[in-house]
């Protein structure tokens, strides 16, 4: 398995706090990504990146932000959680962008009450 | 949680059985295109992949057949195994932002393949 590590992996926050979401990979690949997955709806993204301090936005990046400061970690924010946001969510990493094979992490389970 | 699996189109078959999922891709520029596999609880998992100038690719027991013509990818499973049943999506790549300098990989709904021992 690809070496992508996702913290945590479930959470339960309340409406209105904020939630920061990591993603971890130990490939040195230089494109990262943020999915979400939800019934009816697949997987979407979010944000993505494609190098430090390098991001532009997704299909569904609204009520969320991202950062990379280093190869290795993507992180994304829901700056003031909402039930909307109750979701699964996926990092993906890949060596090149576009035809390139995304290889995955577990995924985090987050839940808005 | 809900599953990710409800909701989706289920193909049910018999352990040996052959499988076939199909998928209609959207964007007739996309050049190259994944199958996924996801397991209960798991990420996506890559199982085949092709580009756009090829017609078909084979990988272990799995065949990937693209028609470009109609826009359209299917993923073949020989002897199918109780360990396929999953979910499996395809996915294409294609720039979602007319003008974006990169493309990325945007997924289909996906498939349920229940195989019954």
């Known amino acids: 398995d690809a070496g992508i590590t996702q913290s945590p992996r479930h959470k339960v926050t309340e409406t209105g706090t904020p939630v920061t979401l990591r993603c971890h990979q130990t490939e040195n690949h230089r494109y990262m990504y943020w999915y979400r997955q939800d019934p009816g709806h697949g997987l979407r993204l979010i944000h993505y990146?494609?190098?430090?301090?390098?991001?532009d936005k997704g299909e569904v990046s609204d009520g969320y932000s991202v950062s990379r400061s280093k190869t290795e970690d993507f992180l994304l924010t829901l700056e003031s959680a909402t039930s909307s946001q109750t979701s699964v969510y996926f990092c993906a990493i890949s060596e090149l962008e576009g035809e390139d094979e995304q290889y995955f992490g577990p995924g985090t389970r987050l839940t808005v009450t | 949680g809900e599953s990710v699996g409800l909701h989706l189109p289920t193909l049910s078959v018999q352990e040996g059985d052959n499988s076939i999922i199909n998928c209609a891709y959207s964007?007739?520029?996309?050049?190259?295109f994944i199958w996924y596999k996801q397991e209960s609880g798991k990420g996506p998992q890559f199982i085949i992949d092709i580009r756009s100038n090829m017609d078909k690719r084979q990988g272990q027991r799995v065949t990937v057949l693209l028609n470009k013509t109609v826009k359209h990818l299917s993923l073949q499973i020989a002897a199918t195994q109780p360990g396929d049943s999953a979910v499996y999506f395809c996915?294409?790549?294609?720039?979602?932002?007319?003008?974006?300098?990169?493309?990325?990989?945007?997924f289909g709904k996906g498939t349920m393949l229940l195989v019954s021992p």
């Open positions: 964007n007739s520029a996309s050049d190259y």
């Open positions: 990146s494609y190098g430090v301090k390098d991001t």
């Open positions: 996915a294409e790549n294609k720039k979602w932002k007319p003008n974006s300098g990169y493309s990325t990989l945007t």
